[in-house]
């Protein structure tokens, strides 16, 4: 199988975007070791990485990678966004078969057949999914952490992810922000929305994604719109299937504007 490097950030991000087969996966340099060793695991999933808050920890927010990164792939970049009190918590999806590579193993949410709003989803695995990062947000509850300064992001896969765990999870939470990515299982809302309407979300996408078509995103969008209050749809001219300085400072914003420091 054919890998091919089809995008590259040579900036403060610091990261390659692989084409293997159909499947694009974004890899940080800094952390290709890990990427090469998580891919290594027969479905086990690597811990979390944990970036903890640099004063009293208020908030937390939980970013999920895209297909075939891993939880070490936004880590840095997200650290670089969090407020001093906010800690990060950035976990690696399983290593499991997936459809749309071929059946080719990769840490995935879930499977995937396509990336089209129109063709058949693993319903299953993205409830399966969605029940985990379900888990990551309680746990913080537990530790004393309110909802409301809890905040979902992720890339791709894992910003589709997101999207239906926070939609689906019944306290209020700070927000989601939800990057190059669209609404899993959208025929089923607003009839599974559990979320108060008011809670903020945030969609960013590049016009020139390749990989999950912008309009797909716009599509999502306009389903958000229709029963979510406070729903953003943010374009990137010339942005591909990656992102750019101008969106994490969008996101840094977010972040400051919904959970701000205590």
Known sequence: MVCVC??????SLNFRVFRVGFTCIRVELRSKQQFLLSQALTGMAAAPV?????AKHTST?????GLGDTGH???????????PD??????????MPVTMNGGFRLNSWFDLK??????PEDEEGIKKATRYVHELIQSEMKAGINSNRIMLGGFSQGGALALYAGLTFAEPLAGVMALSCWLPLHKSFPGVRKCPDTVPVLQCHGDCDPIVFYKFGQLSSSVL???????????YQGLGHSSCDPELSDMKKFIEDHVPRQ
């Open 225 to 235: 719109k229709s029963f979510m209050k406070n729903s953003h749809f943010q374009t």
């Open 50 to 54: 944990i970036i903890p808050s640099i």
């Open 61 to 65: 927010l939980i970013f999920l990678h």
């Open 86 to 95: 906010m800690k990060v918590i950035c976990p690696t999806a399983p290593n």
């Open 73 to 83: 792939g936004w880590a840095n970049s997200m650290g670089s966004l969090r407020t």
């Open 6 to 11: 089809v995008e590259e950030n040579t900036g």
């Open 114 to 119: 396509s990336i089209s709003i129109s063709d």
